[in-house]
């Protein structure tokens, strides 16, 4: 059993940057594929970034490209997600992410083995 906790989150002004991490407890932690999903009132929720076991692949989705950056760290078994260049449209919330994979993760909702209780990202205009 993996526990996820999120930190992090907040509200800022458009323009601006915020970093999001994710500490993971239990289970080994190199067994997982990490990433980051948001999910806003109505909607689904969707995939933002994706990171490897190893942190060597990185996977976005296109309306993050060039904004955001995923990373981990496994010494201490977290992920980051800066986000730069926030605008109103990235307000939702945060969950991170843990998929059961060492090769080729999916980085889907589906897919998904373990997910964090979420960190509000609110960004002001």
């Known amino acids: 059993q993996v526990q996820l906790v999120e930190s992090g989150g907040g509200l800022v002004q458009a323009g601006g940057s915020l970093r999001l991490s994710c500490a993971a407890s239990?289970?080994?932690?190199?067994?997982?594929?990490m990433g980051w999903f948001r999910q806003g009132p109505g909607k689904e929720r969707e995939f933002v970034a994706g990171?490897?076991?190893?942190?060597?692949?990185?996977k976005y989705a296109n309306y993050v490209k060039g904004r955001f950056t995923i990373s981990r760290d496994n010494g201490k078994r977290t992920i980051y997600l800066q986000m730069n260049s926030l605008q109103p449209e990235d307000t939702d919330v945060y969950y991170c992410a843990a998929e059961t994979s060492r090769i080729n993760a999916s980085w889907t909702a589906s897919s998904t083995d373990y997910w964090g209780e979420g960190t509000l990202v609110t960004v002001s205009s």
């Open positions: 990171v490897n076991w190893s942190g060597g692949t990185t």
């Open positions: 239990g289970g080994t932690f190199t067994t997982y594929a």
